[in-house]
């Protein structure tokens, strides 16, 4: 008997996205979808249906269908379209309590999945540089999407105390980007011109699309042998950018603002509706957040396709060039380096200067 | 042995005098110590006036040898010196003496080739900034910025301005995590700037030192930007961890701003050492614990106030007030020009204790107090071979 799956939160575009992969799991019967609103993208041959996990209807739609494996996408920090701040963390908090109480009602379900957000752990000059699943956060979240997963965390953690025979797995994203990213980082990354926070270059990690589904996809089924599938994980590529870095592979020039007026910068850009420049958003591009991604590897036996470089790369390729183009910098610097005045006599092309730049890189290295 | 009567330093001067023999004793050894005066030493096998100039700076007293060595090598009688020291040298000047030591073939490889090679490097490093291919780990740590950038900026200060003489650089393990324990002092951290240095220039290996700062470096703008690029991440346990597991070497300071923010007068007494969290997490991972005593930093900047209230109107743990700071503006920030000494002493292994050690308290205070004196003692003892504070 195959499983059937209800996903949460598929009107956005990794909710349908997960649900048109799973179908073609083999082990897969049935995908249920659910949205308060229809989504404008095709489901495949998912049943739609359309609901608010805020109401209690969604009792009735885990009995009809028989589900036994949720996975909760619904906890987002932007309202979808023209909804408010309002709603969102109803949705977030409130819906996420509807759909645990359907859950737990429910003898059927045999498997929770949620995204959450690395945002749990909010971003301070005194936390320590690398959070790993265990590190309590040194200042809590005090509002917005932040304080929302913290809040749909407990609820989860309540729920597998209530019910131990369902296994649930949290997973935390770290920034999700990718060509179809919708989120608020990618809007952020897509001004002409990237407003930072004066003295501070935050250490940044991403996640693609295409290994946030696989990851949902893996917590979603059974095991793989060796591995565990539940409990908390941070999900994040290899490696990190900084801020720095990333503008300049975007080729998009920074304005540093000093800190006090970030806020004001952020304000105008709200009110403008350019970005959602929410003050934990400004809270990540101070300080910067960086996950441990071990359990990940080890315990959950996920190895992401994309690193974070690769990933932001994919990113910036969906995006049009920038006011810099680094390609246009980098040849601007190969034309310095061709005069004669600079590369010296001799070896005057480009590739002369770049081979003796490898020799001295050589040099300083020994 | 080491009591504190050892320490009169107040009376520098007629300590001075009563320890003629030691500053005799201490002539010689000054050529071969430090890399600049290695370069001094190294280059005047050339032409036969290089000898005499050497020796006759080295004899008259160090401030001599100190001073000269990238004074004195400027007018054109080392030009291997003067490129490695100031890169200000011109390529006519250049051109000028290379016929006259054309003889010995320089390391650096083919003629007018260094220099090309020189803009060709800074080319292609412009050229990675641009773009951003460049790679930081994941404290944020950017091992290219650092070894041409920010190194480049402090080694003048080092070699030039602080004259920093650095001893037992091999009791630091050439591979694996090892968590080097220093006292801290001088209101601005320039001791641990400086030991970084000491340990990038100085280590056979080439070792990178990762410091702990306190958790105010990470709040600062601008501070807290350039402290993670050269490496430096936030003093807690987790940290400290996960650099020793990646076998990288660690520097603390234990102190903190009781060391670091303490009066003048009691300048080389070593504060209490926290709680001792670094030795839990050296046990922890099983590192060596190499203790380090720096002479110098106390002097810097001689605080004889604290203006409590204003610092806490500032928000930062002490407000030094010194014979210039507040006094004189920006010019008092100026530190003094101290003659400095690192000594990296033996290293203390901790791999040779079961697990549970890290969780027995008693162990744990007493290698703390292991390390504390014997970073005092060495302390002491290096005050003692001191002939002034600013020679």
Redesign the interface.
Known sequence: MGKVVLVTGVARQLGGRFVRRIQRDPEVERVVAVDAVPPEHHLGGADFVQADIRQPTITKVLAEHGVDTVVHMDVTGTALAGGSRGSVKETNVIGTMQLLGACQKSPRVKRLVVKSSTNVYGSA??????F?ET?PPKSLPSGGFAKDTVEVEGYVRGFARRRPDVAVCVLRFANILGPAADSPLAEYFSLPVLPT?????P?LQFVHEDDAVEVLRLASHEPQRGTLNSGTFNIAGE????L??????LGRPTLPVL?PAVTWVGAALRTLSVTDFSPEQIRLLT??R?V?TRQMRETLGFRPRYTTAEAFADFVRSRGPGLLP??A??GA??R??ALPL????G?SGAG???R??????H??AN | MADAKVIPFDDDRSRGGAQRPPRRRSGPRRPGDGAKARDVKAVPSVPGRGHTDAAGGAAPGSTAAGGAAPGGVAPGVEPQAAEAGARGGSRAARRDTVPEQALPPEPRGGG??G???????G?????R????????D???Y?AELT??VLMSLLRPIYDKYFRVEVKGIENIPADGGALIVANHSGTLPWDGLMMQVAVHDNHPHGRHLRLLAA?LV????????LA??AGH??A?A??AG?LLERGELVGVMPEGFKGIGKPFSERYKLQRFGRGGFVSTALRTGSPIVPCSIVGAEEIYPMIGNAKTLARVLGIPYFPLTPTFPWLGPLGALPLPTKWTIQFGEAIPTDGYPPEAAEDPMLMFNLTDQVREQIQHTLYKLLVQRRSVFF
């Open positions: 000059p005194r936390d320590p540089a690398v790993t590190t926070v004066f003295g501070y270059d250490r490696g990190l950018l900084l720095s870095q990333c503008a300049r592979r800190l300080h910067g960086v441990a680094p390609a910098l980098a610097v190969d310095i380096a600079a590369g010296g006599g070896k002369g200067v770049r003796g730049a490898d020799d001295s890189a040099h300083s | 007018g080739g220099w090309d090679r020189r803009i060709a490097g080319l292609a490093f412009l050229r900034r641009l773009t951003g291919e460049y790679d930081v994941e404290f944020g950017d070894d041409q958790d990470f709040m600062l703008p601008v501070v807290n930007e993670r690029k991440t936030l807690c987790e940290d996960a």
